[in-house]
């Protein structure tokens, strides 16, 4: 399994941005949140989240907030994914993860220091130019990415031990439970655009899909198609 171990070091001191305190603050909020994955806070602790945000707001990369990444999209609060990277863990380590919207990378290079391999699927192509930049920056070899529909999932690569999806589905894609393995899990965020939604874990034991509602949260939609 690949770690996180930069090819291109960062300044830790930097300015305040990049230090140890603000990351420490970043891990305070989430065990206050109830986040206990030991393993999960480490990742997020190393992952230099103000690297997958625009220099112009990177001095809130570790707020625990969303924030924009253009083309209509957004980098999810940490919370949310650290969330749902648990939720992923709950039932054990997973080898090979298929996630639907790679967004800025930054879920992904988190799952990157967590399972063998990451595969994610992104429909907008300046945003997977950009977290294909960052992969490389950031020297994660497990990570292969995908321009494509996200709704098609990866079916060459299929079946994963877990699909994590970013995005807002009014339904789970058919194609998505398809390519889960015997004894796979699923989360993803489920509900109308701009109505109620609510983060769902679909954990596939003995030839049954059984659903647990992790609760609510917001998310951009997933949408149809693929774009330049």
């Given at each position: 399994?690949?770690?996180?171990?930069?090819?291109?070091?960062?300044?830790?001191?930097?300015?305040?941005?990049?230090?140890?305190?603000?990351?420490?603050?970043?891990?305070?909020?989430?065990?206050?949140?109830?986040?206990?994955?030991?393993?999960?806070?480490?990742?997020?602790?190393?992952?230099?989240?103000?690297?997958?945000?625009?220099?112009?707001?990177?001095?809130?990369?570790?707020?625990?907030t969303a924030l924009p990444i253009g083309n209509g999209q957004t980098i999810s609060q940490p919370l949310i994914v650290a969330r749902m990277t648990e939720a992923v863990l709950a039932a054990g380590r997973p080898s090979r993860v298929l996630e639907i919207g790679t967004g800025s990378g930054y879920q992904a290079a988190v799952l990157a220091g967590l399972v063998d391999q990451v595969f994610t699927v992104e429909r907008i192509g300046p945003l997977l130019r950009q977290a294909r930049r960052r992969f490389r920056q950031l020297g994660l070899d497990n990570v292969r990415s995908r321009h494509d529909d996200g709704r098609a999932g990866w079916p060459e690569e299929a079946p994963f031990d877990a699909v994590v999806v970013t995005a807002a589905a009014r339904h789970v894609e058919p194609a998505w439970l398809a390519q889960l393995a015997a004894d796979g899990v699923l989360v993803a965020p489920v509900g109308e655009p701009g109505a109620s939604q609510r983060l769902v874990r679909i954990r596939r034991e003995a030839g049954e899909d059984r659903q647990d509602d992790l609760g609510a949260v917001v998310f951009v939609p997933i949408l149809p198609g693929v774009g330049e």
């Amino acid at each position: 399994m690949s770690g996180l171990t930069l090819r291109h070091p960062v300044d830790e001191a930097g300015l305040g941005l990049t230090g140890q305190r603000v990351r420490e603050r970043l891990i305070a909020r989430l065990l206050a949140e109830g986040v206990a994955d030991a393993r999960v806070l480490e990742a997020i602790r190393r992952v230099p989240r103000h690297l997958f945000v625009d220099e112009a707001i990177s001095g809130r990369a570790y707020e625990d907030t969303a924030l924009p990444i253009g083309n209509g999209q957004t980098i999810s609060q940490p919370l949310i994914v650290a969330r749902m990277t648990e939720a992923v863990l709950a039932a054990g380590r997973p080898s090979r993860v298929l996630e639907i919207g790679t967004g800025s990378g930054y879920q992904a290079a988190v799952l990157a220091g967590l399972v063998d391999q990451v595969f994610t699927v992104e429909r907008i192509g300046p945003l997977l130019r950009q977290a294909r930049r960052r992969f490389r920056q950031l020297g994660l070899d497990n990570v292969r990415s995908r321009h494509d529909d996200g709704r098609a999932g990866w079916p060459e690569e299929a079946p994963f031990d877990a699909v994590v999806v970013t995005a807002a589905a009014r339904h789970v894609e058919p194609a998505w439970l398809a390519q889960l393995a015997a004894d796979g899990v699923l989360v993803a965020p489920v509900g109308e655009p701009g109505a109620s939604q609510r983060l769902v874990r679909i954990r596939r034991e003995a030839g049954e899909d059984r659903q647990d509602d992790l609760g609510a949260v917001v998310f951009v939609p997933i949408l149809p198609g693929v774009g330049e």
